[in-house]
């Protein structure tokens, strides 16, 4: 019979303000997740910033918390550690709001309001209908929506989507898949977008919650 198991490769946490290479410390993180043993995974802190690198020495499993020791390999300091932290918040960022965002046009949203269900051909095609981290939109707008009519930027609340939601690996990162119909009580606001002078979207990220 066989069974699936679930891997780490980062560890997060806010604990270790001070780390000596070559020592080692005590965690504990909750959820199922475990590492693989003495293969090197990155710790960051809660912010995304890069730390060191360490291996996993002990683990133990109990319940829905992990409990174990790392050892300190590597240390990352100055231009590197911005190098990689600006990596992870490039990839991961979008996993820590509670929206995820949606471009549509004025049409298409106007009809899944009224049926209470937004579908799309990607669903039958690839399985799923594409979302956005925030971070992403205006990469998105810019190349799929230029000749729509009326486009609509839709930020949906991951808790109140009923179909499974995926960060799954796409260019320049991950990206939020819906593997199912929209629900659309699950869309928490909704505003128009249009170019700017230079004839681009040029969308306010840090406004969209």
Partial sequence: ???????????????????????????????SRVFFDNIPIWLTDSHWQVLAEVSIVEQTKQHDCLKG????????SGAEQKCVTDMFIR????????????????????????SGWLERDSLQTEGFIHASPRAKLNRVANKFYTQVESPLLIALNVSKITA???WEPATGGLYPHIYGPLNMDAVVDVKPITKNSQGVFDICTDATD
């Fill in 1 to 31: 019979m066989g069974f699936n198991v679930e891997f780490n490769s980062i560890l997060r946490s806010d604990d270790y303000q001070e780390l000596t290479l070559g020592q080692t410390y005590s965690f504990h993180k909750l959820g």
């Fill in 69 to 76: 020791v790392f050892r300190v390999d590597y240390l990352y």
């Fill in 91 to 114: 990839m991961y960022d979008g996993m820590l709001n509670p929206n995820i965002y949606l471009l549509s046009s004025l049409q298409e949203y106007s009809q899944a309001k009224q």
């Fill in 164 to 166: 499974p939601v995926k």
